[in-house]
């Protein structure tokens, strides 16, 4: 298990996962579009929690102020849907580095070819990230209960 590891309990009920890919592209009078992908590619995440007590998002909030905004840097776990290693739209990592896949095709080169000797760790799967911003907003219901989100970004 990773440190820091934002804290697993109580477990969010939803995760948001997007895949951030940069583009460049423009398009001509005649209408004909042109493209150009810069840099690579990185998710981000947004994390949806159930109504809490306070207590229950203490350490949570904790947490969260420790890393100081974007600043930080800490790992998440993602969640793992199926029941077989390797299926399509599955996420893994490698231990030898951070960065988060997610196969794309069935068969062929899942897990893609190991670099270094490393091995695919495929449940859990942890994601490197840092807060998506520096504000962080925390609903305090009349009813005790609190409610949160938070989005964050894959950190390589």
Known sequence: MPAPLLPI???????????????????????????????????EATLVYPPMTRTQFAPI???????A???????IKIPVFGTAAGGV??????????KVYMCA????D????????????IDPVYMRVSLKSDIQSIEYGR???VRFEVDVMERL
């Open 9 to 43: 309990y109580p477990d969010p009920v939803s995760f948001r996962i997007t895949s951030k890919v940069k583009t460049l592209s423009s398009e001509s009078l005649s209408g004909k579009i042109l493209t150009r992908k810069i840099g690579g590619q990185r998710f």
């Open 61 to 67: 909030h904790a947490f969260l102020m420790e890393q």
């Open 69 to 75: 905004g974007m600043s930080g840097l800490f790992y």
């Open 89 to 98: 739209g599955e996420y893994y990592t490698y231990d030898t580095h951070t």
């Open 105 to 108: 095709s069935d068969g062929g």
């Open 110 to 121: 899942y897990p893609p070819k190991l670099v270094a000797g490393g091995t695919p760790e």
């Open 143 to 145: 009813d005790g209960l």
